[in-house]
Antibody, heavy 123, light 113 residues
Framework: EVQLVESGGDLVQPGGSLRLSCAASGFTFSNYWMHWVRQAPGKGLVWVSR????????TYADSVKGRFTISRDNAKNTLYLQMNSLRAEDATVYYC????????????????WGQGTLVTVSS | DIVMTQSPDSLAVSLGERATINCKSS????????????LTWYQQRPGQPPKLLIYWASTRESGVPDRFSGSGSATDFTLTISSLQAEDVAVYYCQQYYSTPYTFGQGTKLEIK
């Protein structure tokens, strides 16, 4: 079964840092792009970042550029999101999601999604 | 950025009736080299992550009931549920994957009348 499990969400003070992890199983992790998408409680979905299959290419939403870093460890089948200089508006549920395969047979839509991990930013 | 706008924001439909959700993009998401529309639809039930329903604007994901269908091209798209079931109560989102930043519609909340 294809599965993504996020972890690392926590309460952090404004200006603080946090690292999220996403453990993948049930598929060849190194063959896929991966994404982070966030959703404030009761609000819509916002794409955050993507990374290609070997980690050599990354892209960010303007709202997190320069503060967040996406990375992956294909040997550990794990995706990461390092979040620095956290702001109140970063307080949301963060989902990891699988994207395109290396041959682009599957496009860069998001399937599946993890269950999400909650980040709270408050003093 | 490509802005995705859904209509309506909420919708109440009787069981067994048709539900139609529209999605408009601020620029075309049709890629001319392969004639594919880079548009997906997701369903998000309360307390759950989104679930993929439709990709390439009209291809139903494996396991998705055939009462769900997608149509449209370039900038105007529609998700249709032909006969509403109780389990279809959810928020539905369209999303473009034509260019980054990937963007979603604001969501349409579907309820039973």
């Amino acid at each position: 079964e294809v599965q993504l499990v996020e972890s690392g969400g926590d309460l952090v003070q404004p200006g603080g840092s946090l690292r999220l992890s996403c453990a993948a199983s049930g598929f060849t992790f190194s063959n896929y792009w991966m994404h982070w998408v966030r959703q404030a409680p009761g609000k819509g979905l916002v794409w955050v970042s993507r990374i290609n299959s070997d980690g050599s290419s990354t892209t960010y939403a303007d709202s997190v550029k320069g503060r967040f870093t996406i990375s992956r460890d294909n040997a550990k089948n794990t995706l990461y999101l390092q979040m620095n200089s956290l702001r109140a508006e970063d307080a949301t549920v963060y989902y990891c999601a699988r994207g395109a395969d290396i041959n682009y047979i599957k496009g860069n839509w998001f399937d599946p999604w993890g269950q999400g991990t909650l980040v709270t930013v408050s003093s | 950025d490509i802005v995705m706008t859904q209509s309506p924001d909420s919708l109440a439909v009787s069981l067994g009736e048709r539900a139609t959700i529209n999605c408009k993009s601020s620029q075309s998401v049709l890629y001319s080299s392969n004639n594919k529309n880079y548009l997906t639809w997701y369903q998000q039930r309360p307390g759950q992550p989104p679930k993929l329903l439709i990709y390439w604007a009209s291809t139903r994901e494996s396991g998705v009931p055939d009462r769900f269908s997608g149509s449209g091209s370039a900038t105007d798209f529609t998700l249709t549920i032909s006969s509403l079931q109780a389990e279809d109560v959810a928020v539905y989102y369209c999303q473009q994957y034509y260019s980054t930043p990937y963007t979603f519609g604001q969501g349409t909340k579907l309820e039973i009348k």
